[in-house]
């Protein structure tokens, strides 16, 4: 089976290799690489993302460098060294912020190089972006990617419900909503209580499932395991939910992500893994897809080894 996880996060981490960021990244790598032969993944997405270092401020999500009007400007360093030396095994997406002066510029060129297959946005962060997201001013983002052709990987944790409006206005651009869409213990958006527990609970599958509707979004089904409180091997109890999923928007539109280096509570590659692959309530055909196809299609990311 062509798996490919589709949402991974790594960096380099000099002091643990001691060597240089060449090497470390290196180190990083080929770690990485024999990970994912052991387990049988064939490919993965990467969103640079160095979890483990302190930013100098809160989400900004290093590596990156924060501009002139406080918007946030992405680099993924290792992700790119990773595709030059493994094009086949690694690919990126690339988070974008739309306060960016240089926007119109910025997303052109990621877009044209071979590494980059997505774009990922953090769309309510916090209060300010949250509003902009429920106000409709996430636009020219959008606007640009539909133009290069690019998906839009949407963190919309609990904000799943203000999407329709860009799927209605932008057909032709493929959103990818991130871990399921729903609400995180983190209330960084701050809004009420009620709002807060309500995007956190089963009843809010219910919103999720309307996005089904609309043919240019799919579902991103990591951390399931978090947001449905399954923290034992198989995680059984996120079979009924995952079928509903697939009942609401076929299992052509979902996709497998691990986000193996943040779970809550942490948790094995392989668990992650083999508890889609092994389910026995899933038929070859949806394995194959949630695990592996739809990624390909989705990030027109076609395998060249056969």
């Known amino acids: 089976m062509d798996i490919v996880d589709a949402q991974v996060h790594f960096g380099p981490v000099g002091k643990k290799y001691g060597h240089g960021p060449l090497e470390a990244g290196t180190g990083i790598i080929d770690s990485t690489l024999e990970a994912m032969d052991s387990l049988g993944i064939c490919?993965?997405?990467i969103d640079e993302y160095w979890f483990w270092v302190k930013p100098p401020k809160p989400r900004q999500n290093l590596p990156g460098i924060e501009l002139e009007n406080g918007a946030w400007r992405a680099y993924f360093p290792l992700a790119q060294l990773a595709h030059i030396l493994h094009p086949d095994r690694f690919c990126a997406f690339v988070r974008v912020d739309r306060r960016d002066p240089l926007l119109e510029s910025v997303m052109p060129v990621l877009a044209s190089q071979p590494e980059v297959r997505a774009f990922r946005s953090l769309a309510v962060w916090n209060p300010e972006e949250a509003h902009a997201f429920v106000n409709g001013d996430w636009n020219r983002v959008f606007e640009i990617a539909q133009d290069l052709c690019l998906p839009m990987c949407m963190a919309i944790q609990g904000f799943v419900e203000y999407l329709p409006q860009y799927a209605k206005r932008f057909p032709k651009l493929q959103f990818i909503v991130d871990h399921w869409g729903m609400g995180i213990g983190l209330n960084s958006a701050q809004r009420t209580d009620e709002e807060h527990?309500?995007?956190?609970?089963?009843?809010?599958?219910?919103e999720i499932m309307k996005l089904a509707e609309y043919p240019n979004i799919a579902l991103k089904i990591g951390h399931a395991q978090m947001h449905f409180k399954a923290t034992k091997y198989p995680f059984a109890q996120i079979r009924p939910i995952l079928r509903r999923a697939i009942e609401a928007f076929g299992a052509e539109r979902l996709l497998w992500g691990s986000d193996k280096t943040v779970?809550?509570?942490p948790m094995s590659w392989a668990d992650l893994l083999y508890s889609l692959r092994d389910d026995p309530e899933l038929s070859q055909e949806e394995k194959a897809l949630i695990l592996g196809r739809n990624a390909r299609r989705l990030f027109n990311w076609p395998t060249t080894t056969g």
């Open 263 to 265: 779970t809550h509570p």
């Open 197 to 206: 527990r309500r995007s956190m609970s089963i009843d809010y599958l219910d």
């Open 43 to 45: 490919s993965i997405v």
